[in-house]
């Protein structure tokens, strides 16, 4: 099932009060980015999603969860980036 956002939940309803920060926009946006150029790394990009919901939902910080969703987004694609070269 995918939420509003386009992304895939389970619980369509577990996301909704977090998602009008900034941040957390900006890493939709990523994610939506990641997914359209990477489809082969999609189950990858939605644990990274679902990992930072779901502890933020759990009381983390926010902008702290966000910031290592993001990092490691960028090092997933890194690293797919780098075993194509060889």
């Known amino acids: 099932m995918f939420n509003k956002f386009g ?19 900006t ?4 994610c939506k980015t990641a ?15 679902d990992l930072c919901m779901m502890e933020i939902e759990l ?8 910031e290592l969703a993001l990092s490691d987004l960028d090092d997933l694609i890194n690293d797919k980036l780098t075993s194509a070269r060889g």
Do not use: A, C, Q, W
């Not at 389970?10 to 926009?25: A, E, K, Q, R, S």
């Not at 890493?27 to 990523?30: A, N, S």
């Not at 997914?35 to 999603?49: Q, V």
């Open 35 to 49: 997914l359209k150029e990477h489809p082969d790394l999609r189950e990858d990009i939605y644990g990274i999603f």
């Open 59 to 66: 009381g983390e910080s926010e902008s702290h969860e966000v």
């Open 27 to 30: 890493l939709i946006e990523r």
């Open 7 to 25: 992304l895939f939940t389970d619980n369509p309803n577990l996301y909704t009060h977090v998602m009008n920060d900034i941040m957390i926009d």
